[in-house]
């Protein structure tokens, strides 16, 4: 059975391609993103196969 690990993140408008293309480069792959708390910015979730 796969066992995956999980990660939020903040995303910051200008530089969301960055963001996601680095933790992208470390494996994770993204799962959703959703408005962050009280509406303000952007998080995302992403996750991995555990090594």
Request: no cysteine; glycine share 10%.
């Amino acid at each position: 059975m796969t066992k995956w690990e999980y990660a939020t993140i903040p995303l910051i408008i200008h530089a969301t391609k960055q963001i996601l293309d680095q933790w992208g480069d470390d494996g994770w792959e993204l799962v959703q993103v959703v408005p962050g708390p009280e509406g303000n910015g952007l998080v995302a979730y992403l996750k991995r196969e555990k090594q």
